[in-house]
């Protein structure tokens, strides 16, 4: 799509469109409450950035993906979330059941970092 149109952001634009679209059609054939999306309006900020997140990652991805090459790409992508992920754990957010820190977390995360530094070195 990004090379048809000449513009990964507009491509991202047009991915999200349809993908609005697709569920849209989803939810009117499966028969959804929209009554209830008036209780968004109550909703934190918060929870409303995670749209724009997702859009930033997808155009990011799309963005970094040919300068940096699939496999690096996502790499990065992974010890990322897991780090995340380590960091959602032991702090209990988003309620999630606490996890505490140790150090064999902190080992697999960084031995996939050394992963990826490997896939960028060869």
């Known amino acids: 799509m990004g090379r048809v149109i000449g513009d990964p952001v507009y491509a991202a634009l047009i991915s999200f469109l349809v ?21 968004a309006r109550n909703i934190h900020w918060t929870v409303w950035s995670a749209g724009l997140l997702g ?15 699939a496999t690096l790409t996502f790499g990065l992508i992974i010890a990322g979330q897991l780090a995340m992920s380590v960091f959602l754990d032991h702090f209990g957010l988003l309620g999630i059941p606490v996890q505490s820190f140790s150090w064999l977390r902190l080992l697999g995360i ?3 970092t050394a992963g990826v530094l490997l896939i960028r070195k060869y």
């Open 19 to 39: 993908g609005t679209i697709g569920l849209l059609c989803y939810a009117i054939v499966t028969r959804v409450e929209f009554a209830s999306i008036r209780h």
């Open 55 to 69: 859009a930033f990652y997808v155009t990011a991805i799309i963005i970094i993906a040919p300068k940096l090459g």
């Open 110 to 112: 960084t031995l996939i």
